[in-house]
């Protein structure tokens, strides 16, 4: 009988890929070129991509740092498990498309209906994950099943919503990031279980 895969390779090669996403990203940042503005200006020309970088790295960082809350669950890595995690890496690496489809484009209706929509992809194919790791450990989410449901609502509400207020569409983007930035109440009180004496 074959020996069990461990799930080392699985975390350190979608660590690598999140990595090359995070930096594809900051390659889209280019000094501007306009030579008739001053320095302010042209910052503020660019200052709608340098703020979508930011959040798209966000958002990148909270599913890197989930990663490995979800994996630290698994005990070895099934069939299903490795191709659940590259549906999960690719929908995460179209997030550089729509992050520079939205700094060349600006902030209208379409771009961000598309930011939202390719946002809303790793949500849904980390649902999926997520539960395929459930299945396989029995322990628990880090993150409540609501939480998942609830941000993957907001991005798809986020669709339609850019086409009738653009600033209410990124309002429920950073309200999913801001949702992630605390950290599962599991995780949580692992720490302070272990931070007590």
Avoid at 26 to 49: C, K
Wanted: charged share 10%.
């Amino acid at each position: 009988m074959p020996e069990r895969l461990s799930p080392s390779r699985l975390e350190a090669f979608s660590d690598g890929v999140i990595a090359v996403i995070i930096t594809i990203m900051v390659l889209e940042l280019r000094v501007p070129s306009t030579h008739d503005a001053t320095n302010l200006a042209a910052l503020h020309i660019d200052l709608r991509l340098v703020l979508i970088y930011l959040l798209s790295f966000v958002q990148a960082g909270i599913y890197w740092v989930n990663h490995h809350y979800l994996i630290d669950d698994v005990e070895y890595v099934s069939h299903g498990l490795l191709w659940s995690n590259l549906a999960f890496l690719f929908s995460l690496s179209l997030i550089p498309f729509a992050t520079s489809w939205v700094g060349v484009r600006g902030i209208t209706p379409f771009a961000i209906a598309l930011y939202s929509a390719l946002c809303a992809f790793p949500a849904i194919s980390w649902i999926v994950l997520s539960t395929i790791v459930c299945r396989h450990s029995g322990k628990p989410l880090a993150g409540s099943p609501a939480k998942q449901l609830i941000c993957t609502a907001l991005y798809l509400g986020a669709i339609p919503m850019a086409y009738r207020s653009q600033p209410v569409a990124i309002a429920m983007i950073v309200t999913v990031a801001i949702l992630w930035l605390l950290p599962p109440r599991r995780i949580a009180e692992g720490a302070r279980d272990s931070a007590s004496p």
